[in-house]
């Protein structure tokens, strides 16, 4: 393989919300995007997904639910192979996100499960996994780390630009606008993972779908200002957050909708809070992450920040691959030893590469 020849590569992700597993296929050299192939997402057993909740936190979770994991996310490229099978023989190399149950970087410690010498056996493909334990290690967030990804997309458009993701915790990507401008990127706060754990706390429902459960609500603007106290808002970037760095216990009391209603507006009035942090002001927001698809935070958010918002649909990204896309991109970059992480994006003291590569016997 020469040096910066395009190959195709496999992504998966497995976010903080713990729906599922999401893969997806493009072709990169590891610094532009050739062209886009398939995604797909499989969700998770029930089963697996309490078990995976269950070990948020946990610094040695069990063996066997690695094994399970892993096997799950196999499963997930092999269906997608099967649905495209024209590409079965062009995938060089899968990214293994793993899924995070630990992210303390201020003690320098961070773990996503999966076992990438075992998916390399089970795809017979070559892995590269473990992306972030080299950025902590030398004192970085180790998050985010699709910003040099929305770098590669974003090409002609329109900068300064903001890229803001969406997920069980929301992260922000500021492009600039010439190219000497180092992408700055940070978490600004949680996403869905406090509003689907209190709808599902509350009601018969995985999460607020169609924003139909916090639309009929309204924001208990006392316990808004308390959940803003938190310290994490005050501090400069780069900055990362865990899944467990909030809690909903200052909820207690309040109806489903009004609950739901305020998480909205906690999660929009965040986001609003820390764009004060960039270099300058994004001529508009593009949202990626399952975020979007919720009303609620999308009239929210358009309704208090001071640009314009709109899905990552509207310039011809795909925000259910997106995450996804990008770890296939960071596979081909840790093959190729270019950074996956800089100073601006999670702090980490020089550009870092990353990753640990399992070979198919």
């Given at each position: 393989?020469?040096?910066?020849?395009?190959?195709?590569?496999?992504?998966?992700?497995?976010?903080?919300?713990?729906?599922?597993?999401?893969?997806?296929?493009?072709?990169?050299?590891?610094?532009?995007?050739?062209?886009?192939?398939?995604?797909?997402?499989?969700?998770?057993?029930?089963?697996?997904r309490d078990d995976i909740a269950a070990?948020?936190?946990?610094?040695?979770?069990?063996?066997?639910?690695?094994?399970?994991?892993?096997?799950?996310?196999?499963?997930?490229?092999?269906?997608?192979?099967?649905?495209?099978?024209?590409?079965?023989?062009?995938?060089?190399?899968?990214?293994?996100?793993?899924?995070?149950?630990?992210?303390?970087?201020?003690?320098?410690?961070?773990?996503?499960?999966?076992?990438?010498?075992?998916?390399?056996?089970?795809?017979?493909?070559?892995?590269?996994?473990?992306?972030?334990?080299?950025?902590?290690?030398?004192?970085?967030?180790?998050?985010?780390?699709?910003?040099?990804?929305h770098r590669a997309l974003a090409g002609?458009?329109?900068?300064?630009?903001?890229?803001?993701?969406?997920?069980?915790?929301?992260?922000?990507?500021?492009?600039?606008?010439?190219?000497?401008?180092?992408?700055?990127?940070?978490?600004?706060?949680?996403?869905?993972?406090?509003?689907?754990?209190?709808?599902?706390?509350?009601?018969?429902?995985?999460?607020?779908?169609?924003?139909?459960?916090?639309?009929?609500?309204?924001?208990?603007?006392?316990?808004?200002?308390?959940?803003?106290?938190?310290?994490?808002?005050?501090?400069?970037?780069?900055?990362?957050?865990?899944?467990?760095?909030?809690?909903?216990?200052?909820?207690?009391?309040?109806?489903?909708?009004?609950?739901?209603?305020?998480?909205?507006?906690?999660?929009?009035?965040?986001?609003?809070?820390?764009?004060?942090?960039?270099?300058?002001?994004?001529?508009?927001?593009l949202i990626t992450g399952g975020g979007?698809?919720?009303?609620?935070?999308?009239?929210?958010?358009?309704?208090?920040?001071?640009?314009?918002?709109?899905?990552?649909?509207?310039?011809?990204?795909?925000?259910?691959?997106?995450?996804?896309?990008?770890?296939?991109?960071?596979?081909?970059?840790?093959?190729?030893?270019?950074?996956?992480?800089?100073?601006?994006?999670?702090?980490?003291?020089?550009?870092?590469?990353?990753?640990?590569?399992?070979?198919?016997?």
């Amino acid at each position: 393989m020469s040096e910066f020849s395009p190959v195709w590569a496999l992504g998966l992700m497995s976010g903080t919300s713990m729906d599922g597993i999401d893969a997806a296929i493009i072709e990169t050299d590891g610094k532009k995007i050739i062209s886009f192939g398939p995604s797909a997402t499989t969700p998770y057993p029930q089963e697996l997904r309490d078990d995976i909740a269950a070990a948020l936190g946990l610094s040695e979770p069990s063996p066997e639910l690695i094994e399970r994991l892993t096997d799950a996310h196999a499963e997930a490229v092999m269906a997608l192979m099967s649905a495209h099978k024209e590409y079965k023989e062009r995938i060089s190399i899968i990214g293994l996100h793993g899924h995070t149950v630990l992210h303390a970087p201020e003690d320098r410690r961070t773990l996503q499960i999966g076992d990438g010498n075992r998916l390399a056996r089970k795809t017979r493909c070559d892995v590269v996994y473990d992306f972030r334990t080299a950025d902590v290690a030398a004192g970085g967030q180790g998050a985010p780390l699709a910003p040099l990804y929305h770098r590669a997309l974003a090409g002609d458009l329109e900068k300064p630009l903001a890229v803001v993701n969406i997920g069980g915790i929301s992260n922000i990507t500021w492009i600039g606008d010439t190219p000497e401008d180092d992408p700055i990127a940070f978490d600004t706060g949680p996403g869905n993972a406090l509003l689907d754990d209190w709808v599902s706390g509350q009601r018969d429902l995985t999460y607020d779908r169609d924003g139909a459960v916090s639309s009929a609500g309204s924001v208990d603007a006392e316990v808004l200002d308390n959940l803003l106290e938190n310290t994490f808002f005050r501090r400069k970037p780069p900055k990362s957050l865990d899944r467990l760095d909030f809690d909903l216990a200052l909820l207690q009391g309040l109806t489903s909708e009004d609950g739901a209603a305020t998480l909205v507006a906690f999660t929009c009035r965040a986001i609003a809070s820390q764009i004060g942090l960039l270099p300058s002001a994004p001529a508009r927001l593009l949202i990626t992450g399952g975020g979007r698809h919720n009303p609620s935070i999308m009239t929210t958010l358009q309704n208090i920040v001071g640009a314009r918002v709109d899905p990552v649909e509207a310039v011809g990204w795909d925000g259910d691959a997106m995450e996804a896309q990008a770890f296939a991109f960071l596979a081909v970059r840790s093959l190729r030893g270019l950074p996956l992480s800089m100073p601006s994006t999670t702090g980490v003291p020089k550009p870092m590469t990353g990753g640990r590569l399992s070979r198919v016997a």
